[in-house]
């Protein structure tokens, strides 16, 4: 009775890394423009999620909602009281991305922060956020003043 090994050699092996290591070599760059589509995506995810939260709370319990925008440092957050804001209250956006906010200057809780508030009336201070991807492109997000409708629109 003859036996046959059974298994792989070293040459086989090490062809095998071989051409795994040039897939990783040729994907690299995809899978960084891969991530970063990412993060820009779940960003603009997060802050039209964000706008429509505030403007549904405004209207289910009559107060106005503040969406504060810290564009220096790429976050935001959603209250009722932009003045008592601390910065465990935030929620952080993909660094990578470059935001830009139009705003109502007497909504502001302070400088270097923009806010769009929501009134229970179901209007809003207006207002637009642009989000470039470092890649180029990005998107404007409009908020309308009279009714506090939210629009998405590519740059």
């Known amino acids: 009775m003859t036996r046959t090994a059974k298994g792989f050699t070293l040459l086989e092996l090490a062809i095998v890394m071989a051409v795994i290591?040039?897939?990783?070599?040729?994907?690299?760059?995809?899978?960084s423009s891969l991530l970063q589509t990412l993060e820009y995506r779940e960003t603009v995810r997060q802050l039209v999620s964000a706008n429509q939260q505030a403007r549904r709370t405004a209207r289910a319990t009559g107060d106005a909602?503040?969406?504060?925008?810290?564009?220096?440092?790429?976050?935001?957050?959603?209250?009722r009281e932009a003045a008592r804001v601390v910065a465990e209250d935030y929620t952080a956006l993909a660094e990578g991305l470059d935001i830009e906010v139009v705003f109502a200057e007497e909504v502001s809780p302070g400088k270097g922060m923009a806010a769009?508030?929501?009134?229970?009336?179901?209007?809003?201070?207006?207002?637009?956020?642009?989000i470039r991807r470092p890649s180029g492109g990005g998107v404007r997000l409009t908020v309308d003043w009279l009714i506090g409708d939210i629009q998405q629109e590519p740059l």
């Open 116 to 130: 769009i508030r929501y009134y229970p009336e179901g209007g809003a201070s207006g207002g637009e956020v642009l």
């Open 21 to 31: 290591g040039m897939l990783l070599l040729v994907s690299g760059p995809s899978m």
């Open 65 to 79: 909602i503040d969406v504060v925008i810290d564009a220096g440092q790429n976050r935001f957050v959603v209250t």
